[in-house]
């Protein structure tokens, strides 16, 4: 069953937009739980909602790449994790490396 929008987080990459449920949100929350460089990445997630987009400046989109692709080569990640990855892996090196604006 398809998640509402109320249900969902919203990402933004580069002016790509990636959604992911609540319960995508919570997966990445506990597999980052020992990620070295992920406390404020996990802090934006725990404090995202439905009104305002999660916003990440350029070294945790490139740590939260990073860790993805990591975790990718492990298990197969949730439907909304795999988009997440696949966004990062098209944005442009200079947009994952700068910050990002206001959602």
């Known amino acids: 069953m398809e998640a509402s929008h109320l249900e969902r987080i919203r990402i933004d990459l580069a002016g790509e937009r990636v959604e992911i449920t609540r319960e995508e949100r919570d997966f990445l929350l506990e597999e980052f739980c020992f990620v070295a460089g992920s406390k404020q990445i996990r802090e934006r997630l725990e404090a995202a909602g439905t009104v305002r987009a999660v916003e990440l400046n350029g070294e945790e989109r490139l740590c939260l790449r990073a860790a993805l692709a990591g975790l990718e080569a492990e298990i ?26 206001d959602g």
């Not at 949730?78 to 090196?93: K, M, N, S, V």
């Not at 200079?94 to 990002?100: D, F, L, P, W």
């Open 76 to 101: 197969a990640l949730p439907d909304g994790i795999a988009r997440l990855l696949a966004a990062l892996d098209r944005a442009p090196a200079a947009s994952i490396s700068s910050g990002i604006r």
